[in-house]
């Protein structure tokens, strides 16, 4: 019954979507009169029963830019003059538009926001000069309010209360009337809902919807940051009734006509605590010396009907978030950790990529095919590591049977890294931190996290699964769903290059080209130097983001042609959706019919994921950041040695081996007045010419913390050794 449900959403969806594209259409005509709505609709003879669908079709397209409404209030083609984007506000009043497609965003003056909110929908017109490198803008027209609810902290006065916003960008506070307060007092933290954006003599209005609790009681301070990113933290009960009816074990019916893998030894290799193992390797080497490799994925889309209430719910999260102190999960655990996560001694249903590798690292055949497996043992890293890098005795003997397999891997990854490394990838290895909380939710380590022999054979083995899968429907020309990297904005390079020659580096260009070759080169080169995190991370922010795409254009950071993520259903919805293609076509089942199908949703598929995959990773850099702080907030007074990561107007950035970064703010620097120097990158003392530079070592002392901003702030304890 659901599924018949769910699919006739996806037609209303559909239809939808058609409807919008024959509007744009009809709008972008050359012999196109401008007409009002009613004459719009009567002219597409839209029925009266179907006239609110209509305005919200056009409601949607005027707040995507694709189509404008006039004073007189026709609807025209959009003027390219005014384009349409989100608007980023900033506390002191200011703000910024991010058009899709733009390089650069648009400056907004603070007397040309126009009642612009943070996020939202606006079109702009461009207005003459420049600010700090941009071009400055004037918001025109707020298409569609981007910020329906926030979270804050709530303060009581006699008669009313107000929130102040978590979010920094927002530099105004929310008035709340006391008979919306839902009864809330000063220190909870609060989900208030807008009623008013306000204007230049009134403050925006809202009322409290829910009080997380107080400002100091345990997992509060995570759940704002869960409410600010409106993660959807609890599952709905279809959802739920859903996944509670999938079955524990794997029936004889789902077996038939797989092949039949269970004999063929493989393990899972995941972290201590991973519970959602979605991928399996297996290895051998044949009669011609040539290695087997198997990478088996957990088949999610056997338990995930398409248009199920399961499908529409991991579709529109998009992605599984890991903040410090929880998962929010794209999958109800009783499946994620269940039927689809490939446990020790159990049978279950996977996608296998199987693959034949001979001594150069290429794969010189391969076969993709629905499998029956079963793990023979549930690796962790820590333990393979131990086998491969410490060899201590205890753990081998205890893995003896698969200790000659574990030393094929580890020879068959090394060779596939050198594969990679020779042909330009580019392999960031940052110093990544794990938080370690008490039963309070209270921050009591950070340590680094461990990359070893054991994460990076897997990652090699992930990385050209991937690459086959996706060269592989590249060539059969079927509507997929890839994961591409462009080529880095020449400017971002040129300002790179000109920056690591104070370093004494240099990388190579074509024109505005640059090959990945160069990038690796210089990470080469740098490492294990005093400079090299400074230089890694500067080079990455000269590069772009990586994203779903329908179309195979590359990536650039891997130095390959074609490239898909394939190898984790449970956690990414791109991967749940390409194995759904994989297995229509081993089926037969492409129709055109189904063609038609992907290539009307695979583009917003693959839109909403990276928009999604966007969202995940702030949320997570952000608790991060609240618990770093909070860790720190224990610590003020202490003395550390650090780095100097960031110089900017304002102060110098510092980061403690810990990762923690903290801000020595330029007007605590004594002895001088100190000024940003932007070509050189340096704060320099006007008198003295002391000059702090990115990569010197300093050491400072914990000032402050300011929870709320969640940031840091340092000093220096005496006047340190000057180079």
Known sequence: MLSCVYGVCYMIETQFEKRKNLICELVGDEQYVPMKEKELAAFMQVSPADRETFREVLRVLLAEGKIQLTKQGRYVKPDENRPVGTFISHAKGFGFVEIEGEEEDFYIPED????????????????????????????????ERGTKQLVGAYEQSQNFGFVIPDNGKIGTDIFVPKERSKGAVTGHKVVVELTSYGDESHKPEGRVVEILGHINDPGVDIMSIVRGYELPAEFGEKVLNQAGRTPDTVSEADRAGRMDLRDLQMVTIDGEDAKDLDDAVSLYRDEAGL???????ADVTNYVQENSALDWEALERGTSVYLVDRVIPML???????????????DRLALSCLMTINEKGDVTDYEIAETVIRVDRRMSYTSVRKILEDRDEAERKEYETLVPMFEQMEELAALLRRKRHKRGSI???FAESKIILDQNGRPVEIRPYERNVATRMIEDFMLLANETVAQHFFWLETPFVYRTHEKPDPDKIKKLATFIRNFGYHIKQTGDEIHPKELQKLLDKIADTDEETLISRLTLRSMKQAKYTVECTGHFGLACQYYCHFTSPIRRYPDLQIHRIIKEQLRGKLSEERIKHYEEKLPEVAKHASKMERRAAEAERETDKLKKAEYMEERIGEIYDGVICGITQWGIYVELPNTVEGLIHVSTLAGDYFYYDEEACEMVGKETGIAYKLGQRVTIQVKGVDRLARTVDFEFPVQPDRI
């Open 112 to 143: 040309k926001t126009n009642g612009a909110f943070h996020m939202d929908r606006v079109q702009i017109a461009f207005l003459p000069g420049r600010r700090g490198g941009r071009r400055e803008a004037e918001v025109v027209r707020i298409l």
């Open 291 to 297: 290695f087997q490799l198997g990478v088996h994925i």
């Open 332 to 346: 109800p655990h009783k499946l994620s950790n269940g039927i689809c996560s490939l446990n020790q001694g159990v």
């Open 427 to 429: 392999d960031f290895d």
